[in-house]
C-alpha cells in the first residue's frame, strides 16, 4: 500500500469516527484532498485509492492539473483567494469555488462559465474570525451576498465556507465552525437552500464536523507537508 493509500484510509477513518460520535451519519460528510502544491502524480495515485474530490489554491496550477488528470473523470474545486482577472479558467476548469466573497467575483464567474458545462457550484467564504488579513465576507454582509449570489443563472450556491484563526483553543475553534452553521440556518430561513458547510482541515477536522461539517479540506494528512524545498512526506 502507498503512503498515500494509507494516509487516506487514515483520514476516513477520523471521518467516520468524527460522525459517529457527533451522532451523523459518516456518508454525510464528503472529503476534500487538497492537492496544491503536490504534482499530478500524486493525485492519480490518490484517486486509484478511491478519492474523487480535489482541492486546489492557485489558478494555473489547478487549471493545469485539472487538464492533465482529465481521462480521470474528477471533481475539481477551487478553494483559494481569487481575483477578478483570473476569474475565466476558474470558471470553466473548476467544477467548485468554495471562496466567493465579493459579488463582482461571482458575476464574472457566471457570466464566463461555459453554456455546456451544468452551473458552477459555489461557497460563500464567511470572515468567522473577525481577522482584517483573512478574505472571506463578514458574517453581518453574509446574507445580501447570498442572496445576490443566489440569482446569478450559471452558479448554483451550494452553502459557506470558512477558515478559522489558527488557534489551540478547542472550544474557540467549536465556537467559529458553529457560527458557520448558525449562519447557514438563519438563510435557510430565509429561503435559500444550501447543502454545503465547508469547514475543517488536517487538523481540526474532527471540531468542524462535530459541529456540521458537510466537506472537510484535507491537504497536509493525507499528501503531506508542503515545503519549499518540495513535497515530504507525512506520517
Ligand atoms: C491548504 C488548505 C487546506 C488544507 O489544509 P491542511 O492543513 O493541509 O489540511 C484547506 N483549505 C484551504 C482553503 C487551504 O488553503
Not at 471533481?75 to 459579488?103: M, Y
Request: with cysteine; proline share 5%.
Amino acid at each position: 500500500m502507498t503512503l498515500i493509500t494509507a494516509n487516506l484510509q487514515a483520514v476516513r477513518g477520523r471521518i467516520v469516527r468524527a460522525a459517529q460520535a457527533a451522532g451523523r451519519d459518516p456518508a454525510s460528510v464528503a472529503l476534500l484532498a487538497v492537492s496544491k502544491t503536490w504534482p499530478a502524480g500524486a493525485v492519480r495515485e490518490a484517486a486509484a485509492a478511491g478519492q474523487r474530490a480535489f482541492g486546489e489554491n492557485y489558478v494555473q496550477e489547478g487549471a493545469d492539473k485539472a487538464a492533465a488528470l482529465a481521462a480521470l473523470g474528477l471533481e475539481w474545486h477551487f478553494i483559494g483567494p481569487l481575483q477578478s482577472n483570473k476569474t475565466r479558467p476558474v470558471a470553466n476548469a473548476f467544477d467548485w469555488v468554495h471562496s466567493i466573497d465579493r459579488l463582482k467575483i461571482a458575476e464574472r464567474l457566471s457570466a464566463q462559465r461555459d453554456v455546456h458545462l451544468p452551473p458552477l457550484n459555489v461557497c460563500i467564504q464567511v470572515n468567522v474570525s473577525g481577522e482584517d488579513s483573512k478574505s472571506g465576507v463578514a458574517p453581518g454582509q453574509a446574507r445580501e451576498l447570498a442572496r445576490a449570489v443566489a440569482v446569478l443563472p450559471r452558479l448554483r450556491l451550494r452553502g459557506l465556507m470558512c477558515i478559522p484563526e489558527p488557534t489551540a483553543d478547542e472550544a474557540l475553534l467549536r465556537s467559529r465552525f458553529a457560527a458557520l452553521r448558525t449562519l447557514k440556518e438563519a438563510l435557510a430561513a430565509d429561503g435559500l437552500a444550501l447543502d454545503t458547510l465547508s469547514m475543517g482541515m488536517s487538523h481540526d477536522l474532527e471540531a468542524a464536523i462535530a459541529e456540521g461539517a458537510t466537506i472537510v479540506r484535507v491537504g497536509t494528512a493525507i499528501f503531506g507537508t508542503r515545503a519549499a524545498a518540495g513535497p515530504v512526506a507525512a506520517v
